[in-house]
């Protein structure tokens, strides 16, 4: 596609629901990231692919988040049980490689409520 | 990991030349210096990227001294659009946090 691309845009859960966020990157980019933006906060970095691999887990929140990817193209972000504190932008963005000088390119992301 | 210090926020008016200042202090040699821009309800989108001296593209220039423990983006005759957030990033090949962002400085551009 043109740009990274995530659905839904929008998502309202009931606490203690399971939730699955998708970010599709830009087509032949090995680098998909995930952040978290909380209204008014800066970006929290939450994991990162290279491939289908994520070499570092340790920005995940707590053990109800996870990601996987697959073909080394689509990701899913899932949280189980979710809480209010869940509440959040959820923004992916993907890149040629990861290295210092290569631009990310980000999407507009699921802005996720939790109720 | 190369920390970045930025002011939180800054004002200025419309046709003014606006420049942001970031701290770098222990940036490492194979790091890039990445700023990006983010408007409200956006994802934040790349502005402009060096390694040293000075780059320059239609949107802004970035300078870099020869110590590299600091850049200044720079933005020239700014307008109301441009009220956003800009964040500082400095980014170690092969790192897995290097796209890690810190608070950012939001600019306000006032008529």
């Known amino acids: 596609g043109a740009g990274v691309s995530q659905s839904p845009s929008n998502k309202v859960t009931e606490k203690g629901k399971d939730v699955e966020l998708r970010c599709d990157p830009i087509?032949?980019?090995?680098?998909l990231y995930w952040y978290r933006q909380s209204l008014g906060q800066g970006l929290e970095f939450l994991i990162y692919?290279?491939?289908?691999?994520?070499?570092?887990k340790s920005g995940l929140p707590s053990d109800r988040f996870s990601a996987e990817r697959t073909g080394g193209s689509v990701s899913t972000l899932t949280i189980q049980r979710t809480q209010q504190e869940d509440s959040a932008v959820y923004l992916c963005?993907?890149?040629?490689?990861?290295?210092?000088?290569?631009?990310?390119?980000f999407g507009q992301g699921t802005r996720l409520t939790v109720v | 990991l190369a920390k970045t210090t930025q002011p939180i926020s800054m004002d200025s008016y419309e046709g003014q030349e606006v420049n942001i200042t970031c701290s770098h202090n222990?940036?490492?040699?194979?790091?890039?210096i990445t700023w990006y821009q983010q408007f409200p309800s956006q994802g934040p989108r790349f502005i402009i990227q060096?390694?040293?001296t000075k780059v320059t593209n239609e949107v802004a220039s970035l300078f870099i001294p020869a110590d590299r423990k600091s850049s200044t983006l720079s933005l020239p005759r700014v307008s109301l659009s441009d009220t956003a957030v800009y964040y500082c990033?400095?980014?170690?090949?092969?790192?897995?946090?290097?796209?890690?962002f810190g608070g950012g400085t939001r600019l306000m551009v006032k008529p």
């Open positions: 990033l400095v980014g170690a090949n092969n790192a897995g946090n290097m796209l890690t």
């Open positions: 963005a993907s890149s040629l490689e990861i290295s210092g000088g290569t631009e990310a390119f």
């Open positions: 222990n940036i490492a040699t194979n790091d890039y």
């Open positions: 692919f290279q491939g289908n691999s994520a070499p570092d």
């Open positions: 060096g390694y040293k």
């Open positions: 087509s032949g980019h090995t680098a």
